[in-house]
């Protein structure tokens, strides 16, 4: 038997808040939010599209780099068709640079894409041919990956392909965090369990609140100057606020860039109202999936032996995706000029904290919408 020992306390993202301090920042459009997914591959915005099949297709990964951010094109399909995708975005070019001034573009003046990959089977092959088709970083696509085979596997990527960004993942801990350095992670995805569509914690009994993960995963990140991707468990923006001010570079946002236009989630109607809905990722699992991209039949006896550790979802239609990065930006901006910080640098540095506690937390919502019926006015049809 174990001996007693205290157990530490994980916080997750509503368990804080960031401390309002005194400020010099006039408007919260003088805030700079530029960062570095990578050294050398600059973001206008910090935001990054999942590599999940109900979220960055081409059409995603165009738009957010349109928008500054950048698309991780998902592999749940034969690595042909992923190729293709990463091609189809790499030869689209913006317009005019007066019509997209901070889309993140290469050396030629390309949209940048990212593709993930994994560690097994064909995973070399895999990312051969998306860095022929010009991906301009390979993020490789585990959920636990502190394993020894994840390890092996980012050595074998950035052994192979030295000059392409490599991002390793995900994980949850500081030991995690320094030995995909140590294998050769250009960067690092920190999150097992917060995802919106995620039930790991609780089919496993296994995860790591986020706020904590990101904070102590950060820190010893920060240490070999390497940088840290938040991944999961933003709901709002002031939770992309919260990770950056912890110390990630960057944030990745999945269930909400679901419902947006350019997902790569299915569009359907749903009680008379356009909807996009998961596209069976979690019903089947990610061998099952890649099974049935390759147009070969799934059997049920393969279905019931898989355990899933997520839940199909229905998101409501968002709009162009553009529309949900300038909202979860301009929270950002507004929490860096709460804190009196210019830039992304000065906001980690001078970020203070409090813990919440749940009647704090219950505080942080409206509470006049419970205390009389809403009168609904649309401001859209006055506008001009």
């Known amino acids: 038997m174990k001996p007693l020992r205290e157990i530490p306390t994980g916080l997750g993202l509503d368990d804080v808040l960031l401390v309002p301090q005194r400020t010099s920042v006039t408007s919260r459009s003088h805030t700079d939010v530029s960062t570095e997914l990578v050294p050398g591959l600059r973001l206008s915005v910090p ?8 979220c960055t297709g081409a059409r995603m990964a165009a738009a957010m780099a349109l928008a500054g951010g950048l698309g991780v094109i998902h ?9 293709a995708e990463v091609t189809a975005v790499k030869k689209e070019h913006p317009k005019e640079e007066s019509a997209a001034p901070g889309a993140t573009v290469d050396e030629r003046g390309r949209l940048r ?22 991906a301009d970083a390979l993020v490789v696509d585990v959920a636990h990956g502190h394993a020894d085979y994840v390890l092996k596997a980012v050595e074998q990527l950035k052994s192979r392909w030295p000059g392409v960004p490599l991002v390793g993942g995900n994980v949850a801990t500081p030991a995690g965090t320094r030995d995909l350095i140590d294998a050769g992670a250009d960067a ?5 369990g917060p995802g919106g569509i995620c039930t790991t914690r609780l089919v496993a009994g296994s995860g790591m609140p986020q706020f904590t993960a990101v904070l102590e995963c950060a820190e ?32 990745m946002l999945g269930s909400a860039l679901a419902g947006a236009e350019e997902s790569a989630a299915l569009l359907v109607e749903h009680d008379g ?15 099952l999936t890649l099974k049935r991209a390759r147009g070969e039949a799934v059997t049920k006896e ?30 950002l901006r507004s929490g860096m ?19 919440v506690t749940p009647a704090g937390l219950a505080e942080n919502h409206p509470h006049a919408l419970g205390r009389a019926q809403q009168v609904p006015l649309d401001y859209a049809a006055e506008a001009v």
């Open 47 to 54: 935001i990054l599209s999942a590599n999940t099949p109900w």
């Open 75 to 83: 592999r749940m399909q034969t690595a042909e068709d992923q190729a």
């Open 113 to 134: 894409a990212a593709a993930a990959v994994g560690v097994t089977d064909d995973y070399l092959d895999r990312a051969a041919l998306l860095v022929e088709a010009g």
């Open 188 to 192: 690092v995805k920190v999150g097992i």
């Open 220 to 251: 010893e990140a920060a240490g070999r100057g390497v940088p840290v991707i938040a991944d999961g468990g933003i709901k709002e923006p002031g939770d992309v606020a919260k990770v950056l001010a912890a110390g990630a570079r960057t944030a």
């Open 273 to 287: 109202r356009p909807a996009k809905v998961s596209t069976g990722f979690v019903t089947f699992g990610m061998q």
């Open 302 to 331: 393969e279905l019931a032996q898989y355990t899933p550790e997520g839940v199909e979802a229905t998101w409501p239609f968002s709009g162009p995706a553009a529309g949900t990065v300038n909202r979860f930006v301009g929270g």
């Open 337 to 355: 000029s709460y804190s009196g910080a210019h830039t992304l640098a000065e906001f980690r540095e001078r970020a203070c904290f409090v813990r």
